[in-house]
């Protein structure tokens, strides 16, 4: 073969692990948009489910967080071991059945305790989803534009979050028209019941569409090449780099938790304080959500990117030390503001800032070793799953019921951000040196 053919077929190889790339990103990103519209719909409905539940706003908070992350954590490590050991895209296939059919299940639940079962098995199906697209995407994409893939990718969780808002108050609205429908052996089904339905089955098709993608070949960093992944080298590799993933951990956790906090009770808070309906206020919760976290979110990853590509090994928490102080002032505007217009600005530069999760797991493909990704991936999204999900609604209804005499949203709110924006800029800031050292052992230019 003559050097013209030789470079005509690289050319075409170039371009056809392009394609298989980001035809694997769109897959992804479709899955992961019906996965946030299952998880997030359920917060429009906070008033409607204490009515008929006789629930409090801790008890619905324990609905919308605990519940969900509790089970997302207990199987997030298994999750991610099954990523390391197993073709990835079963894992992710029996996690998008198992999350539709607790969903949709979710829809038959006749009290309490069987909704918040059903969300839990929610909980557990997501868990599958990321630990196993991030190590496929690592695979598929050069290590300079791994931030790039992955932020695309989860723009499917800020597209869900968007339809669970705009699209979710329709499904709420047209459910409302099924209201008192009997399903048989269950009964009549109330209006939120549908929605939950309604919602939950067509990821039981779409599933099969993970089928799509290339199992792409495990590709081995620099360090620990020669060796298998056990538990006993995770635990050394980790301690080994504990300064790194301690900063990064606690701080995209801390971070996460005044973020989580204001997405589990903007809805609620919107709808009391300034008397908004449901579908005003999720067709405008939607709006901004798709405009400024997709927006947010795509520039963050190319700006990451390119800080990486000019020797900025740290971009990724430098670039979230600024978003920190960014989305922290907004946060307390959002709070604090009279003024809705107010409100809506300060909202809308919170969510330019808030999608954090695939910068953060970005920088775990770059510093962890291939062997470990899927499991260090889990680690880092049960820790914030726990912090955030798990403490954020739970502390701003605390303080709103126990502490604020009931209905002091906006107190919760302002409390929660005035306590995590310094300190998850401390850490972030703290982790700077210690993700470069990170990120050159794995380039194998550091001991």
Request: aromatic letters at 12%.
């Amino acid at each position: 073969m003559d050097t013209r053919s030789r470079a005509g077929a690289s050319q075409r190889t170039i371009m056809q692990g392009r394609v298989a790339g980001w035809g694997a990103v769109a897959i992804l990103l479709l899955l992961y948009s019906m996965a946030y519209l299952d998880r997030q719909i359920i917060t429009l409905m906070v008033d409607p489910l204490r009515r008929e539940l006789g629930a409090t706003d801790f008890q619905i908070s324990l609905l919308t967080g605990f519940a969900f992350v509790g089970a997302y954590c207990l199987f997030g490590f298994p999750a991610g071991w099954a990523a390391d050991r197993f073709p990835r895209r079963r894992a992710i296939f029996g996690g998008i059945v198992t999350w539709s059919l607790g969903a949709a299940g979710g829809g038959l639940a006749g009290n309490y305790g069987q909704l918040v079962g059903c969300r839990a098995i929610v909980g557990a199906g997501e868990a599958f989803l990321q630990p196993a697209a991030y190590s496929i995407l690592s695979d598929l994409f050069p290590r300079d534009r791994v931030a790039s893939a992955v932020t695309t990718f989860s723009t499917g969780a800020i597209i869900g979050g968007a339809l669970s808002y705009a699209l979710g108050g329709q499904i709420i609205a047209l459910a409302g028209s099924f209201e008192g429908w009997g399903i048989p052996l269950v009964g009549k089904v109330s209006a939120w019941q549908w929605a939950l339905i309604i919602s939950g089955v067509p990821g039981i098709f779409m599933a099969w569409l993970v089928f799509l993608i290339r199992e792409p070949h495990r590709e081995c960093g620099q360090a620990l090449r020669a060796t298998e992944g056990g538990s006993s080298k995770l635990s050394r590799y980790l301690w080994s780099n504990k300064l790194h993933y301690l900063t990064h951990f606690a701080g995209f956790g801390l971070f996460g938790l005044m973020v989580t906090a204001l997405t589990a009770w903007e809805p609620t808070f919107l709808m009391r304080k300034f008397g908004w309906s449901v579908q005003r206020t999720g067709f405008t919760l939607g709006l901004l959500t798709l405009i400024f976290s997709v927006g947010g979110l795509l520039v963050a990853g190319r700006v990451v990117d390119g800080l990486y590509r000019k020797g900025r090994h740290d971009a990724h928490l430098r670039f979230y030390a600024g978003a920190t102080m960014i989305g922290g002032l907004c946060g307390l505007g959002v709070a604090l503001a009279p003024d809705i217009y107010i409100v809506l600005l300060c909202l809308a530069l919170v969510k330019s800032v808030a999608p954090f999760v695939p910068i953060a797991a970005a920088a775990l493909q770059l510093t962890a070793p291939n062997q470990f990704r899927g499991r260090i991936s889990a680690l880092f999204l049960l820790t914030y799953n726990i912090i955030s999900w798990g403490l954020g609604p739970v502390i701003v209804a605390a303080i709103s019921d126990f502490l604020s005499g009931g209905g002091g949203l906006g107190m919760g709110l302002a409390v929660t951000f005035a306590i995590c924006t310094p300190l998850a800029l401390i850490l972030f800031l703290l982790g700077l040196g210690p993700m470069r050292d990170a990120v050159a052992r794995q380039d194998g230019s550091a001991p």
